[in-house]
């Protein structure tokens, strides 16, 4: 049994800055310095569960799927939901989406409690798991709330682009409002991992990077060039570290890694 499992949210409600895949490849590169890692995919999109290789939960009523859980219709152990992807040098397993999931904020929004639902689920992974990375949904609804509410620290992914900059802006009050409303401890804010960028980066980028670096309390913890190893290794369902172990890419991950580690201690 571990002392401590540290829960991780990997969240921006703006799509396509390489949230999934920071999730994905992060808990990669955990599990390959011998950490036992959870990914939740808490995405309705399912991209996680598709980028891993696993088929999405079965759906239905009496079914063992994320979605019943949330919504208390399945009562059963969260060792039913999980479903293993490899074992590097520890352990890295998924609880994948299920289609149900696209009525998961209509639902939520109906249940006592409805913010602690996901944290509730997770608690009997505490003392089992090394890691737990949550990837939540690009939205600020009530999945990214639990999300939030669930965790220990975030993660936040973004592109070298002023879109980014300001779907921040909405972030992070997002994240203090949870902070006030719903937590007994304030979230650790991790850093942010810049995704997708292009090589030679172009002033505009620079510049987007360096309003990133004034920001108080928010590190730049990697840069993940734009390239094809990330969507090869994807298409193939395994993490970057593993399909290109000496990749810049993979070092990457592990460098964002080293921090989670740092944090889980």
Do not use: C
């Not at 995405?43 to 994320?66: F, K, V």
């Not at 009562?75 to 039913?80: E, H, V």
């Not at 989406?97 to 639902?117: P, Y």
């Not at 070298?160 to 300001?166: N, R």
Request: glycine content about 8%.
């Amino acid at each position: 049994m571990h002392a401590r499992t540290h829960i991780t949210a990997v969240t921006n409600q703006k799509g396509g800055v390489g949230k999934t895949a920071t999730a994905l490849n992060v808990a990669g590169a955990l599990a390959e310095a011998g950490q036992n890692v959870l990914l939740i995919d808490l995405d309705p999109q399912g991209h996680l569960t598709d980028g891993l290789g696993i088929e999405q939960a079965p759906a239905g009523e009496n079914t063992a799927n994320l979605y019943r859980a949330l919504v208390g219709e399945f009562t059963g152990s969260l060792a039913d939901l999980i479903a293993p992807h490899s074992a590097p040098a520890g352990r890295l397993d998924l609880v994948p989406n299920t289609i149900e999931m696209f009525m998961a904020v209509r639902e939520l929004d109906k249940q006592r409690a409805r913010e602690q639902r996901l944290a509730r689920l997770l608690s009997p992974v505490r003392g089992v798991y090394d890691h737990v990375l949550i990837d939540a949904p690009p939205s600020l609804d009530i999945l990214t709330d639990n999300a939030l509410a669930a965790a220990d620290g975030v993660l936040i992914p973004v592109q070298a682009e002023d879109s980014s900059l300001k779907a921040l802006r909405l972030l992070l009050p997002q994240i203090a409002s949870v902070d006030a409303d719903l937590r007994d401890k304030p979230l650790q804010l991790h850093g942010l991992i810049v995704s997708l960028l292009r090589r030679p980066a172009t002033k505009l980028a620079e510049s987007v990077i360096a309003e990133f670096e004034q920001l108080e309390g928010l590190p730049i913890l990697g840069t993940v060039p734009l390239g094809v190893i990330v969507g090869e290794a994807w298409r193939s369902g395994r993490t970057v570290v593993d399909y290109a172990p000496d990749s810049e890419h993979a070092q990457a991950y592990r460098t964002i890694a080293k921090v989670l580690t740092e944090a889980g201690r």
